[in-house]
């Protein structure tokens, strides 16, 4: 111990790029929303309980008995073949085929989608570079970036996804203050949390910006395969060979506790992802990967996957007609056609971070806006799930969202002096 510090102290210890790191206000809202009193709209949990569990335990079982040698040990950093070679079976399912440069060589399988995400930081970003993003984003992404000392700069978005004018103009804006932008990190389909999906004609205009600008894509794609009302259009990753990295996961198709995601770079970065992960992680788990590999060899994942789309196609209904039935006016909110979440607009001169305090004391939760910006703006947002809770507790929740609303909206007025 040297000169008077004490080791119970540790805040002139941190490292630059943790100092500004402070505990998500999602993750406090949880605490709170999981209370059984509380309809919670405020997770992203997919609805485990629809997974045969028995089914998938005798299968876990059998593969310990059968495989549990190699199961059970280290693995390779990129991850096991044999599940490489079955992610692009699932990719070319979306168009991300052989004929587009897809091949197992090239895939890394990750942690997560999250890990891809940290991967991809960790290969491009370096203090002050600037990310470009759609606003709002995944909390998750800004995490990552924030804590690779990236500036991110929002790029807005309508019911059609990102705005490719704006796209645009914040390049521009960027090259003019001499920023160096690394990439646009975008979620095309069934977007957390806007739940809006990029449409086919924007998808081009955006490639063929991203293109002329010489601007790295990368394509978080955990949704796309969580479609209800027909087909997600394609994938950025299934129009362009080059300058695409895709991102995926089986947290929403099968399930987050397995931890299995991956990243399908170009060729020529490949061996730097690799050994980026291996410095991370050493290798992801074999055990994971072969649960995941046996589940798409001998279960019927395709019928599992209906089973996900239909349960929260059902929830967004529900959610979709309790929100027009009981919402007041001058609250507006997406019409999501996959995924897990619906962004909705407080009437003007509302705030839904301020009214998370009422919001819980009438037993109902969402998260505000303003976590899924780095800038802080969003305060006039929430966002709501609808792939966990049943459709009773939907419309309940939505019914009690809707009383707090009402009454914030009318403490307001009286502020204000309109009553
Ligand atoms: N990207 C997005 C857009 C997400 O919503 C999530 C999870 N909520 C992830 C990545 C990471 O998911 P996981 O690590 O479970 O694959």
Same mark, same amino acid.
């Given at each position: 111990?040297?000169?008077?510090?004490?080791?119970?102290?540790?805040?002139?210890?941190?490292?630059?790029?943790?100092?500004?790191?402070?505990?998500?206000?999602?993750?406090?809202?949880?605490?709170?929303?999981?209370?059984?009193?509380?309809?919670?709209?405020?997770?992203?949990?997919?609805?485990?309980?629809?997974?045969?569990?028995?089914?998938?335990?005798?299968?876990?079982?059998? %593969?310990?008995?059968?495989?549990?040698?190699?199961?059970?040990?280290?693995?390779?950093?990129?991850?096991?073949?044999?599940?490489?070679?079955?992610? $692009?079976?699932? *990719?070319?399912?979306?168009?991300?085929?052989?004929? *587009?440069?897809?091949?197992?060589?090239?895939?890394?399988?990750?942690?997560?989608?999250?890990?891809?995400?940290?991967?991809?930081?960790?290969?491009?970003? @370096?203090?002050?570079?600037?990310?470009?993003?759609?606003?709002?984003?995944?909390?998750?992404?800004?995490?990552?970036?924030?804590?690779?000392?990236?500036?991110?700069?929002?790029?807005?978005?309508? &019911?059609?996804?990102?705005?490719?004018?704006?796209?645009?103009?914040?390049?521009?804006?960027?090259?003019?203050?001499?920023?160096?932008?690394?990439?646009?990190?975008?979620?095309?389909? /069934?977007?957390?949390?806007?739940?809006?999906? %990029?449409?086919?004609?924007?998808?081009?205009?955006?490639?063929?910006?991203?293109?002329?600008?010489?601007?790295?894509?990368?394509?978080?794609?955990?949704?796309?395969?969580?479609?209800?009302? #027909?087909?997600?259009?394609?994938?950025?990753?299934?129009?362009?060979?080059?300058?695409?990295?895709?991102?995926?996961?089986?947290?929403?198709?099968?399930?987050?506790?397995?931890?299995?995601?991956?990243?399908?770079?170009?060729?020529?970065?490949?061996?730097?992802?690799?050994?980026?992960?291996?410095?991370?992680?050493? $290798?992801?788990?074999?055990?994971?990967?072969?649960?995941?590999?046996?589940?798409?060899?001998?279960?019927?994942?395709?019928?599992?996957?209906?089973?996900?789309?239909?349960?929260?196609? &059902?929830?967004?209904?529900?959610?979709?007609?309790?929100?027009?039935?009981?919402?007041?006016?001058?609250?507006?909110?997406?019409?999501?056609?996959?995924?897990?979440?619906?962004?909705?607009?407080?009437? @003007? #001169?509302?705030?839904?971070?301020?009214?998370?305090?009422?919001?819980?004391?009438?037993?109902?939760?969402?998260?505000?806006?303003?976590?899924? /910006?780095?800038?802080?703006?969003?305060?006039?947002?929430?966002?709501?799930?609808?792939?966990?809770?049943?459709?009773?507790?939907?419309? &309940?929740?939505?019914?009690?969202?809707?009383?707090?609303?009402?009454? &914030?909206?009318? *403490?307001?007025?009286?502020?204000?002096?309109?009553?």
């Amino acid at each position: 111990m040297t000169g008077g510090t004490t080791l119970d102290d540790y805040t002139d210890r941190y490292a630059h790029r943790v100092s500004g790191m402070t505990a998500s206000e999602i993750r406090a809202l949880f605490a709170v929303a999981n209370r059984p009193e509380v309809v919670s709209l405020a997770g992203g949990m997919p609805y485990i309980s629809a997974l045969p569990l028995d089914t998938v335990g005798s299968m876990i079982g059998e %593969l310990v008995a059968s495989q549990g040698a190699s199961a059970l040990q280290y693995g390779l950093g990129q991850g096991m073949p044999e599940l490489r070679e079955r992610i $692009c079976e699932l *990719m070319a399912d979306v168009g991300i085929d052989v004929g *587009m440069g897809a091949s197992p060589d090239d895939v890394v399988v990750t942690v997560g989608g999250q890990q891809a995400l940290d991967l991809v930081a960790r290969l491009f970003l @370096d203090p002050g570079d600037v990310v470009l993003a759609e606003g709002p984003t995944y909390v998750g992404a800004l995490g990552v970036f924030q804590a690779a000392q990236a500036q991110v700069v929002h790029v807005p978005m309508d &019911e059609d996804g990102l705005i490719p004018a704006a796209l645009s103009d914040a390049l521009l804006e960027q090259q003019r203050l001499g920023k160096r932008v690394k990439f646009l990190y975008t979620i095309p389909t /069934y977007q957390n949390p806007a739940g809006v999906t %990029l449409t086919d004609s924007r998808r081009e205009q955006v490639l063929d910006i991203c293109e002329r600008a010489g601007l790295l894509v990368i394509e978080d794609d955990p949704y796309g395969r969580l479609s209800f009302d #027909g087909e997600a259009p394609l994938p950025l990753r299934a129009r362009r060979r080059e300058g695409v990295f895709y991102l995926s996961t089986f947290s929403k198709t099968f399930a987050p506790g397995l931890r299995v995601g991956w990243i399908l770079a170009p060729h020529a970065v490949r061996d730097k992802l690799v050994m980026t992960t291996e410095a991370n992680i050493l $290798c992801p788990s074999n055990f994971a990967q072969s649960v995941i590999t046996a589940y798409l060899s001998t279960m019927p994942w395709r019928e599992q996957l209906k089973a996900y789309q239909q349960i929260y196609a &059902e929830r967004r209904d529900a959610m979709l007609s309790a929100l027009a039935d009981l919402m007041p006016d001058g609250m507006s909110w997406t019409h999501p056609k996959g995924g897990l979440f619906v962004w909705a607009t407080l009437p @003007d #001169g509302l705030d839904a971070k301020d009214m998370v305090p009422r919001a819980i004391a009438g037993r109902v939760a969402y998260v505000p806006g303003n976590g899924f /910006y780095a800038d802080g703006t969003g305060r006039q947002n929430m966002r709501l799930n609808f792939s966990y809770p049943t459709p009773e507790r939907i419309r &309940e929740g939505v019914r009690r969202l809707a009383g707090v609303i009402e009454q &914030e909206a009318a *403490m307001r007025a009286v502020f204000n002096g309109e009553l």
